[in-house]
């Protein structure tokens, strides 16, 4: 029985390696527009396609990271200046976007651009930061992928998500985590949705990446001007040893994040040139290994293995 089972398994990752092999003709005429590509993923993926010889449409925060973007591609790269929180700014973009796809449409769209603002645990968290994340991670992706969707329409291409294991299993920045569950949750209805459509959704669900999310010095002071901001009462229930302990076991895991970011593009290059892209994409062997199976444990458990090493607050009873 269990050499049965062995060959059946065996041979559904065989077909899936079959199927997943299988790219898209004529990419040197699709257009991918993707979000967030001053630095990091974005950036990547954007030097990334533009190397294969996809029509890339870049959108940048700013105009520096425009321009260097710009000198380090060939001239197919486009870009346009994009604030994913301003539905005049989404407007505008989109009207450029179709004026260069024309008829054929839009073939990619990448919903990359991100924030990381849950510096600490949620009691010590502003309202209005907390509104600021939801709005870029998780509105600014709904209302781009609105703005955009009759382009993708109309050239049956992709819409590429990007979450996070967070998305999967949270435990620390909780704003930020619900704002990724928001993504999930966006792009599965999305992709039964647009089925019909012949649009295919897919998520990509990075690790730990060493970003400028994710860059040590600056997550530790910001950690510290939450801590410092935080109302008094709040700080005497946890106590400033628990903040110290706390701010260093997250600084160290910080320290661990992978440099290899072609881990997360090249799962976004799939989802866009693959004839059958997946659903989803955990990229990143700690997503692989330890997030996504931690995430089907019982609940009580997952919480013990994330906790254990956790500081105790001052008045923990």
Same mark, same amino acid.
């Given at each position: 029985?269990?050499?049965?089972?062995?060959?059946?398994?065996?041979?559904?990752?065989?077909?899936?390696?079959?199927?997943?092999?299988?790219?898209?003709?004529?990419?040197?005429?699709?257009?991918?527009?993707? %979000?967030?590509?001053?630095?990091?993923?974005?950036?990547?993926?954007? *030097?990334?396609?533009?190397?294969?010889?996809?029509?890339?449409?870049?959108?940048?925060?700013?105009?520096?990271?425009?321009?260097?973007? *710009?000198?380090?591609?060939?001239?197919?790269?486009?870009?346009?200046?994009?604030?994913?929180?301003?539905?005049?700014?989404?407007?505008?973009?989109?009207?450029?976007? &179709?004026?260069?796809?024309?008829?054929?449409?839009?073939?990619?769209?990448?919903?990359?651009?991100?924030?990381?603002?849950?510096?600490?645990?949620?009691?010590?968290?502003?309202?209005?930061?907390?509104?600021?994340?939801?709005?870029?991670?998780?509105?600014?992706?709904?209302?781009?992928?609105?703005?955009?969707?009759?382009?993708?329409?109309?050239?049956?291409?992709?819409?590429?998500?990007?979450?996070?294991?967070?998305?999967?299993?949270?435990?620390?920045?909780?704003?930020?985590?619900?704002?990724?569950?928001?993504?999930?949750?966006?792009?599965?209805?999305?992709?039964?949705?647009?089925?019909?459509?012949?649009?295919?959704?897919?998520?990509?669900?990075?690790?730990?990446?060493? %970003?400028?999310?994710?860059?040590?010095?600056?997550?530790?002071?910001?950690?510290?001007? /939450?801590? &410092?901001?935080?109302?008094?009462?709040?700080?005497?229930?946890?106590?400033?040893?628990?903040?110290?302990?706390?701010?260093?076991?997250?600084?160290?895991?910080?320290?661990?994040?992978?440099?290899?970011?072609?881990?997360? %593009?090249?799962?976004?290059?799939?989802?866009?040139?693959?004839?059958?892209?997946? %659903? *989803?994409?955990?990229?990143?062997?700690?997503?692989?290994?330890?997030?996504?199976?931690?995430?089907?444990?019982? /609940?009580?458990?997952?919480?013990?293995?994330?906790?254990?090493?956790?500081? &105790?607050?001052?008045?923990?009873?």
């Amino acid at each position: 029985m269990w050499l049965y089972l062995a060959v059946l398994v065996g041979l559904y990752y065989l077909l899936r390696w079959y199927r997943e092999r299988q790219v898209v003709s004529h990419l040197q005429e699709k257009f991918v527009f993707i %979000t967030g590509c001053d630095s990091g993923f974005g950036n990547q993926l954007a *030097r990334q396609l533009d190397l294969r010889g996809l029509r890339v449409l870049a959108a940048c925060l700013t105009e520096q990271g425009a321009k260097q973007l *710009r000198n380090q591609t060939s001239d197919r790269l486009q870009t346009v200046i994009l604030d994913v929180t301003k539905t005049e700014s989404i407007a505008a973009a989109t009207e450029w976007v &179709k004026k260069r796809v024309g008829d054929r449409g839009l073939w990619g769209l990448v919903n990359n651009a991100g924030v990381f603002h849950s510096h600490g645990y949620t009691e010590w968290q502003k309202i209005e930061t907390c509104r600021d994340t939801l709005r870029v991670n998780l509105v600014g992706v709904i209302e781009v992928t609105l703005s955009m969707l009759p382009l993708v329409r109309r050239a049956q291409g992709r819409i590429v998500n990007v979450s996070s294991i967070l998305g999967r299993i949270a435990f620390f920045g909780s704003i930020y985590c619900c704002s990724k569950y928001g993504v999930e949750a966006f792009s599965d209805i999305l992709r039964r949705e647009l089925q019909h459509f012949g649009v295919k959704v897919s998520m990509v669900e990075p690790g730990y990446f060493r %970003t400028s999310m994710t860059d040590v010095q600056k997550f530790s002071e910001l950690m510290k001007q /939450t801590w &410092k901001e935080t109302p008094a009462h709040i700080k005497e229930s946890y106590g400033q040893k628990f903040f110290d302990a706390y701010h260093d076991l997250m600084k160290q895991g910080l320290l661990g994040c992978s440099t290899n970011l072609n881990l997360v %593009t090249d799962c976004m290059e799939h989802a866009l040139t693959s004839v059958h892209p997946r %659903t *989803r994409y955990s990229a990143g062997w700690d997503a692989q290994f330890f997030f996504v199976p931690l995430s089907y444990l019982p /609940t009580s458990l997952a919480d013990y293995i994330l906790t254990r090493s956790w500081p &105790k607050p001052a008045q923990a009873v």
